[in-house]
């Protein structure tokens, strides 16, 4: 079983800044993926940005240049630095590693962007 722990998150205003990190232990299979995704009220959960093992890094659309995925894999930690936010990011974010046997979600961090 694998554990994910997040940590950050909290009230920031419009044009702030905030960074979350999410620390994995446990039996991780394989090569693995990790990354954020996030669900604002009334939406579906969508991914925000993932990396790989070798530091591949893929964004969605409406963060791109904005945020900055990284990760230290001597610590099985993955972070997430998140500029010029706006209200519309107002979500819980969830860490997410995905291994060869299949993905494992942490228990969310609340964002909330006023204007």
């Known amino acids: 079983q694998v554990q994910l722990v997040e940590f950050g998150g909290g009230l920031v205003q419009a044009g702030g800044s905030l960074r979350l990190s999410c620390t994995a232990s446990?039996?991780?299979?394989?090569?693995?993926?990790m990354g954020w995704y996030r669900q604002g009220p009334g939406s579906q959960r969508e991914m925000v940005a993932t990396?790989?093992?070798?530091?591949?890094?893929k964004y969605t659309d409406s963060v791109r240049g904005r945020f900055t995925i990284s990760r230290d894999n001597a610590k099985n930690t993955v972070y997430l630095q998140m500029n010029s936010l706006k209200p519309e990011g107002t979500a819980v974010y969830y860490c997410a590693l995905t291994d060869a046997l299949r993905r494992y979600w942490g228990q969310g961090a609340q964002v909330t962007v006023s204007s």
């Open positions: 990396i790989t093992i070798g530091n591949t890094t």
């Open positions: 446990g039996d991780i299979f394989g090569i693995y993926t």
